[in-house]
């Protein structure tokens, strides 16, 4: 059973990475499964509602069902509806993209955006994806809400981000990494210099409710030709405390929730 489960999380990662659809034969060679199996596999998916066949002996793709339960489970934590005006004004103030991250167990995944940049490069990954701890402005501010060991135990598990991947100064020992922990700790937020991608910069803070559970971080990012060490600096006070109100914000709509039920 572990090995259908497994299988079956391999595919929707893969249709998830292809949304214009893959073929049973391709899907078959990336799984190295046998065909027939693999179409069984397939066909109690579409049966179950997650993938769906574009057309007779065409490619399968996901549905918006697995969407739908992220999107329901987010919206019943009350985050991501309490944020985005939260987001959107720090994104008109900072002039750049800002993103929000919830926590996930051992990671961190970037539910939301505002992009507050109208000309120029607009730096604006993509949603949804997990964050990389040791190579992030957000993965920084994150580590700084814990311990060291704690904070290293989660890096070790991921693996450190090479800079060929990465930025030229992602780090890749854990005395760099913890300098940079360390000093967003002391600060109250993170700040990178082309260490998630070349020329580009960013910076983080954690939201933290006042339960002292950390349920996220939001971070602004931009080329480094506009977000300089010294303008993150300045945007660092209105970071903090757009942190401060989506942690207020979010405990104040979990709680209406708990009465309202």
Not at 23 to 28: F, G, H, I, K, Y
Not at 98 to 107: I, P
Not at 129 to 132: A, G, R, Y
């Given at each position: 059973m572990s090995a259908i489960l497994e299988r079956s999380f391999k595919?929707?990662?893969?249709?998830?990475?292809?949304?214009?659809?893959?073929?049973?034969?391709?899907?078959?060679?990336?799984l190295d499964m046998p065909l027939s199996a693999t179409h069984r596999l397939l066909s109690e998916m579409c049966r179950c509602g997650y993938v769906r066949q574009v057309r007779e002996q065409g490619e399968y793709v996901l549905t918006i069902k697995l969407v739908s339960l992220g999107l329901g489970f987010l919206s019943g934590s009350g985050i991501v509806d309490v944020a985005q005006p939260l987001l959107d004004r720090l994104a008109q103030e900072s002039g750049e993209l800002?993103?929000?991250?919830?926590?996930?167990?051992?990671?961190l995944t970037f539910v939301a955006k505002a992009q507050g940049a109208i000309r120029g490069l607009r730096y604006d990954p993509d949603m949804g994806?997990?964050?990389?701890l040791s190579c992030?402005?957000?993965?920084?501010?994150?580590l700084s809400t814990m311990s060291d060991e704690h904070a290293l135990a989660l890096v070790t598990r991921q693996g450190f981000g090479k800079p060929e991947d990465f930025g030229p100064r992602a780090p890749t020992t854990v005395k760099t990494l913890l300098t940079y922990v360390r000093a967003a700790r002391k600060r109250g937020f993170s700040m990178i210099v082309e260490v998630f991608a070349p020329a580009m910069a960013a910076m983080s803070a954690p939201v933290i409710r006042s339960d002292g559970q950390t349920i996220g971080v939001i971070t602004i990012a931009g080329p480094l030709v506009r977000l300089s060490e010294y303008r993150m600096l300045t945007l660092g006070p209105a970071l903090m405390e757009t942190a401060r109100d989506v942690a207020a914000a979010s405990s104040a709509s979990a709680m209406f929730k708990k009465l309202a039920a």
């Open positions: 595919v929707l990662e893969l249709l998830a990475a292809n949304p214009q659809g893959q073929m049973l034969s391709s899907l078959a060679a990336k800002v993103r929000l991250a919830v926590v996930d167990g051992n990671e994806l997990s964050v990389t992030s402005a957000a993965g920084h501010a994150w």
